[in-house]
């Protein structure tokens, strides 16, 4: 049984920096793309940055891009968000998903495997 787990969240101040974790028990993802995805109240989940198998490519929101980067260590089946910058606007659960594929994707459909989400809370 596949299971991932996120970690790192917590309260921050805006201007801070957050990084998140997420681990993957069950198989192996050296041969997987990972994506982070966050859900803030009252809005639908929305893609964040993704990351090829290998970490080759990446691709992130507008929202973040320049702030945030992701990362991966297959060694230890974990990916990683770190977050720069963060502003009251980056408030969320974010979640970190596992894709049956080497190719990243920014839709959520295409992820097969999903973490339980870890809040992130920014406080002006």
């Known amino acids: 049984q596949v299971q991932l787990v996120e970690s790192g969240g917590g309260l921050v101040q805006a201007g801070d920096s957050l990084r998140l974790s997420c681990t993957a028990s069950?198989?192996?993802?050296?041969?997987?793309?990972w994506g982070w995805f966050r859900q803030s109240p009252g809005k639908d989940r929305e893609f964040v940055a993704t990351i090829s198998a290998r970490g080759v490519y990446t691709s992130f929101a507008d929202s973040v891009k320049g702030r945030f980067s992701i990362s991966r260590d297959d060694a230890k089946n974990a990916a990683y968000l770190q977050m720069n910058s963060l502003t009251s606007e980056d408030t969320a659960v974010y979640f970190c998903?596992?894709?049956?594929?080497?190719?990243?994707?920014?839709?959520?459909?295409?992820?097969?495997?999903w973490g339980q989400g870890t809040q992130v809370t920014v406080s002006t």
């Open positions: 998903a596992g894709r049956v594929s080497t190719m990243m994707s920014t839709f959520q459909s295409n992820y097969a495997y």
């Open positions: 069950g198989r192996p993802f050296n041969n997987y793309s």
